[in-house]
């Protein structure tokens, strides 16, 4: 299995740019999440989705963030314009309703460096 | 808000066996420990889940006390591969419910 795709690794870029996340989650699944990292705040969810629709976006910082999955493989985030404080390591993962555990799997991450 | 508390960490043996609590006083009836652990520079991992009975897998096993309010993860024979920040999670059952992770417990495993 593939696992979790996530791209790019790494993303360097200048205040006020634009940047998008990718996420590809395990075939089959039908809930997606994106979660950001950063040493103050920890591991927090931003949006997750189910059978590609938004359940809880409640965690979306502002609305310079974005997140959509236009289909069952593929997921994008968003920031528009970006900032330096949203520097961290943003995680996708993904989990079958049809589970017996319903674990979740997640990607490697994407560092997002914004300067 | 993270429902669950654990100590900031903890330091084992190789070779030893390694007890990680976890206190959930304020548990649901209908909501389960999970433990996910994140090794450095990698994303979260799975690791076991239970109700209120002892669970065990091929990495660790989940002791639940009866009342369901403290739970302990323990690592048989502790190796250096298993230094990480643990997290310990309550949240209802379902592939859609979120995971509300918290500041988990970073477990070093010495040589």
């Known amino acids: 299995d593939a696992g979790v795709i996530q791209s790019p690794r790494h993303e360097v870029t200048e205040m006020g740019q634009e940047v998008t996340l990718r996420c590809k989650p395990i075939?089959?699944?039908?809930?997606l999440f994106w979660y950001r990292q950063t040493m103050m705040r920890g591991l927090e969810l931003l949006i997750y989705f189910n059978n590609n629709v938004p359940i809880d976006d409640s965690g979306m910082p502002e609305d310079r963030f974005s997140a959509k999955m236009p289909n069952a493989s593929f997921s994008t985030l968003k920031i528009q314009p970006s900032e330096p404080r949203d520097s961290a390591v943003y995680f996708c993962?993904?989990?079958?309703?049809?589970?017996?555990?319903?674990?979740?799997?997640f990607g490697p991450g994407t560092r997002l460096t914004v300067l | 808000d993270a429902k669950t508390t654990q100590p900031p960490s903890m330091d084992c043996a190789e070779g030893r066996a390694a007890n990680l609590p976890c206190n959930h006083s304020t548990i649901s009836g209908n909501e389960y420990v999970y433990w996910y652990r994140q090794i450095h520079s990698q994303g979260p991992q799975y690791i076991i889940h239970?109700?209120?009975n002892n669970e065990t897998n091929e990495m660790a096993s989940l002791i639940i006390t009866e009342d369901r309010k403290s739970s302990t993860l323990i690592l048989p024979h502790a190796t250096l591969r298993d230094t990480a920040v643990y997290y310990c999670i309550v949240r209802a059952q379902g592939g859609s419910e979120k995971l509300v992770f918290g500041k988990g417990m970073k477990l070093t495993v010495n040589p």
């Open positions: 239970g109700l209120k």
């Open positions: 075939s089959g699944h039908n809930s």
């Open positions: 993962a993904s989990s079958s309703n049809d589970l017996i555990y319903n674990e979740q799997f």
